[in-house]
């Protein structure tokens, strides 16, 4: 049989079938390789790239905060404790536990105004500040405002909430702006938002008289 021409050609085909089985299956295996290490490499990129970087780069406790412009210390903050978060796009600096600030107005610079709340955020490069619970500020001309939420425009120099706003005035009489206020971040100027209607401080002057 091994001898009969008639097979030779059969035991031919065979190997070549059989070597063209092997390169195939090397061939599979590769590609299978290729595309386990792509697919990993793809899914690490998109597991980075999904990485939850909101987490405070710093924790700083009994922090204090000094903001000056051209010299001149336009506010101090302390807290208990302030967390930075500092890798994400807008970066901020939050007090959890409280806080107190004093602000400083060139005019009265020996007579700061004050803000407490018991939460805080800052975005310092916005020089953008929100307090929340139990806010109180003092003006340097001795008003009084109470709130439970306030927002700081710095860039704009404007104060502004919608929560219901308690003003004591410096001779003990007290208003109220039921759906809140926006004013000048000095206080020179504030007008109150009221079911009635807006009250602004020139009115409020011209019903005192």
């Known amino acids: 049989m091994l001898t009969d021409g008639s097979e030779k050609p059969y035991t031919t085909r065979m190997k070549l079938k059989t070597n ?17 290490l792509t697919s990993c490499e793809e899914d690490l990129t998109k597991a980075n ?25 336009t506010l101090r903050a302390t807290a208990p404790i302030i967390e930075k978060y500092e890798l994400i796009d807008s970066p901020y600096v939050v007090a959890r536990k409280g806080i107190n600030i004093q602000f400083f107005d060139k005019k009265k610079p020996k007579v700061p105004g004050k803000i407490t709340a018991k939460y805080a955020r800052i975005f310092e490069y916005k020089k953008f500040y929100e307090a929340k619970g139990n806010v109180r500020i ?4 001795g008003q009084r405002f109470a709130m439970q939420s306030i927002y700081w ?57």
Not at 138 to 141: A, D, G, K, Q
């Open 153 to 209: 425009d710095q860039k704009k120099n404007r104060i502004y909430t919608k929560d219901t706003v308690y003003v004591t005035m410096e001779d003990g009489s007290t208003l109220v702006g039921a759906n809140g206020m926006t004013a000048k971040d000095d206080f020179s100027e504030y007008t109150f938002f009221n079911n009635s209607g807006d009250f602004s401080t020139k009115q409020l002057s011209e019903k005192q008289k």
């Open 49 to 73: 790239a999904n990485k939850n970087k909101n987490f405070p780069s710093q924790i700083i406790n009994n922090a204090k905060i000094i903001q000056r412009d051209s010299g001149f210390v």
């Open 138 to 141: 003092t003006t340097n001309e």
């Open 20 to 36: 063209i089985s092997y390169k195939n299956i090397a061939y599979l295996f590769s590609c299978a390789i290729f595309f386990i």
